[in-house]
């Protein structure tokens, strides 16, 4: 049996969304490595990419506080502990 077109759109469609996906995140976690950030535009900048990413995938609020929030977290606290011990 022959895939239909519509199945080859939806899996393109997702394929984009998750190089989008990907671009959002390593992007946001670049800026609060490297960017001087207080911590309520860091807090500011980890939102904005929450919104773009529940933008792009409705309902995923949990995994997304789950996977990347506890990512963004970890990267904050590295880059206070590095700068403690200068």
Known sequence: ???DK???RHIISEEGKMRALRR???DCARRLKEEELSA???QMV???????????FPGKEEQFELIYRSR???ILKEKQ???DDK
């Open 1 to 3: 049996m022959k895939p």
């Open 6 to 8: 519509k199945d080859y």
């Open 24 to 26: 959002m995140v390593d």
């Open 40 to 42: 309520e535009e860091a």
């Open 46 to 56: 980890i939102e904005s990419v929450r919104k773009k990413v529940l933008g792009l």
């Open 72 to 74: 963004f977290e970890r």
């Open 81 to 83: 502990r590095n700068s």
